[in-house]
């Protein structure tokens, strides 16, 4: 069964940085593609970021284009979200999620929370809050 575990949250002032990281156990990482989520307060959960299971395909939701970078190191066992220039729009908690592999599908389509997403796995999230 995969497990899921975010760390690197904190509080940071606008412009500031933060790097994620995404655990992941109980699976071979090689097999699975991953996905960053946000859910700020009283708002839905977006995909923000998605990265196919070999790492040659890669999403950004507008909001974070050329701000934030997903990486992925298989031989960790590790995701990670690295996020420049914070704005006070991107606090919230970022969970990372997975699908089963068998679903092979599309990293855009996997951050679409409300659409095409099969994500079935999610860590406990982090709490990110960009406040000066």
């Known amino acids: 069964q995969v497990q899921l575990v975010e760390s690197g949250g904190g509080l940071v002032q606008p412009g500031g940085s933060l790097r994620l990281s995404c655990v992941v156990s109980?699976?071979?990482?090689?097999?699975?593609?991953i996905g960053w989520f946000r859910q700020a307060p009283g708002k839905e959960r977006e995909g923000v970021s998605c990265i196919s299971a070999e790492g040659r395909w890669i999403y950004y939701a507008d909001s974070v284009k050329g701000r934030f970078t997903i990486s992925r190191d298989n031989a960790k066992n590790t995701v990670y979200l690295q996020m420049k220039s914070l704005i006070p729009e991107d606090t919230a908690v970022y969970y990372c999620?997975?699908?089963?592999?068998?679903?092979?599908?599309?990293?855009?389509?996997?951050?679409?929370?409300?659409?095409?997403?099969?994500?079935?796995?999610w860590g406990q999230g982090t709490q990110v809050t960009v406040s000066s």
């Open positions: 109980g699976v071979t990482l090689d097999y699975y593609a």
């Open positions: 999620a997975t699908e089963p592999p068998y679903f092979h599908t599309t990293v855009e389509a996997m951050c679409d929370i409300t659409g095409g997403s099969k994500v079935d796995s």
